[in-house]
């Protein structure tokens, strides 16, 4: 889980982070490291009640600023697994065969 806003749509994005943003270096170039990639987020519910001259009673989904990011380590395992290799290798021979 991460500290970042998530909109419908966003999942499958990449997420990156500049591990020496707060390292204390007065300026720096960022060094962006693949934190992972998005994968959801996290709603908030607010039970709100608004009285003017008549009340008005609801609920409000808010964005929660916490998103849910599937670790880069884990998307290599994947990418890395016999299962996949052998899947990948079969389309590429597939595909060439085909020209």
Known sequence: MVDAH?????????????????????????RLQLLGVLSGEVFENTDLTLTVTTTISGNLPANSGVSVVVPAFE???????????????????SQQSAK
């Open 6 to 30: 998530a909109f419908g749509g966003n999942s499958g994005s990449p997420v990156f982070v500049d591990p020496d943003k707060y390292s204390g270096t007065p300026y720096s170039i960022p």
């Open 75 to 93: 998307l290599a395992r994947l990418l890395e697994s016999p299962a996949l290799k052998e899947a990948r290798d079969k389309l590429v021979a």
